[in-house]
């Protein structure tokens, strides 16, 4: 399945956050029971992750899923005009 500019947007944001709190990928896959492989996939945008783990990533980043969410909101209002 081909990324898409919401996909590799979120990622961008699970990484500057993750890199935010001076955490590695490993530490961050540990904390949430997945492979720092897996967390490199989700932050490339190269796979996709189901809202739980996505809730549960930005969890143990101590932020917010609504701070996520602007990220998408400022795709679709550029790509989509929506």
Same mark, same amino acid.
């Given at each position: 399945?081909?990324?898409?500019?919401?996909?590799?947007?979120?990622?961008?944001?699970?990484?500057?956050?993750?890199?935010?709190?001076?955490?590695?990928?490993?530490?961050?896959?540990?904390? /949430?029971?997945?492979?720092?492989?897996?967390?490199?996939?989700?932050?490339?945008?190269?796979?996709?992750?189901?809202?739980?783990?996505?809730?549960?990533? /930005?969890?143990?980043?101590?932020?917010?899923?609504?701070?996520?969410?602007? /990220? /998408?909101?400022?795709?679709?209002?550029?790509?989509?005009?929506?």
């Amino acid at each position: 399945m081909k990324e898409t500019s919401i996909d590799i947007s979120l990622g961008g944001y699970l990484r500057a956050s993750r890199k935010l709190k001076g955490m590695t990928g490993k530490e961050l896959g540990e904390k /949430v029971s997945l492979s720092q492989q897996q967390i490199s996939r989700y932050e490339r945008g190269i796979n996709k992750f189901t809202l739980d783990m996505f809730i549960k990533i /930005v969890k143990a980043l101590d932020s917010k899923p609504c701070d996520a969410t602007r /990220v /998408v909101n400022q795709v679709l209002k550029k790509e989509f005009d929506i």
